[in-house]
């Protein structure tokens, strides 16, 4: 049963460029979530997709954008590259309808660097 | 959402039991709470999740008293790989809801 799976592992990109950033669920998992994480923080959310529609967002200007395909996997993507972008970013997967006993589940997410 | 307070820092020595409190004064009546791990470049992953009582699993222990305002996780005889960031959160699992995570708690464990 594969867990949630994103890639690349690593990417360095330079200030101004845009990057998009990938996830596949976990098998069986229908709703897909991104999170920001700079070091030392928490996890911040950016934004949930389900049914292939962003569902809720956080605080995160216009340059973050996704996409879900009807398969359920994700893309994360950041125009107009920042320094303060630099981050692992983490993709969570869950099961709409088993909600009380869906916990998300991460993968390992993606560091970013940019330069 | 509901805001949690957690120490930002434990330590511990193996063998020993590690509780670790949470505060959540303002919890809606439809939040659980919920408890992530998280080791260095390495997404979270799920330990817990409670509503009220006592919940246990295999790796741990959740106690919520009667006013759900606080939450303990406890870790039975912890070992040099349970050091690692532990987070609490509280929300509402409606099939749109997200979770809020803070800074969390970075317990180390000793030899």
Known sequence: ?115 | LAKTTQPISMDSYEGQEVNITCSHNNIATNDYITWYQQFPSQGPRFIIQGYKTKVTNEVASLFIPADRKSSTLSLPRVSLSDTAVYYCLVGDYSGYSTLTFGKGTMLLVSP
Not at chain 1, 31 to 54: D, H, K, M, N, R
Not at chain 1, 68 to 94: H, I, K, R, T
């Open chain 1, 1 to 115: 049963d594969a867990g949630v799976t994103q890639s690349p592992t690593h990417l360095i990109k330079t200030r101004g460029q845009q990057v998009t950033l990938r996830c596949s669920p976990k098998s069986g998992h229908d709703t897909v979530s991104w999170y920001q994480q700079a070091l030392g923080q928490g996890p911040q959310f950016i934004f949930q997709y389900y049914e292939e529609e962003e569902r809720q967002r956080g605080n995160f200007p216009d340059r973050f954008s996704g996409h879900q395909f009807p398969n359920y996997s994700s893309e994360l993507n950041v125009n107009a590259l920042l320094l303060g972008d630099s981050a692992l970013y983490l993709c969570a997967s869950s099961l709409a309808r088993d909600r009380y006993n869906s916990p998300l589940h991460f993968g390992n997410g993606t560091r970013l660097t940019v330069t």
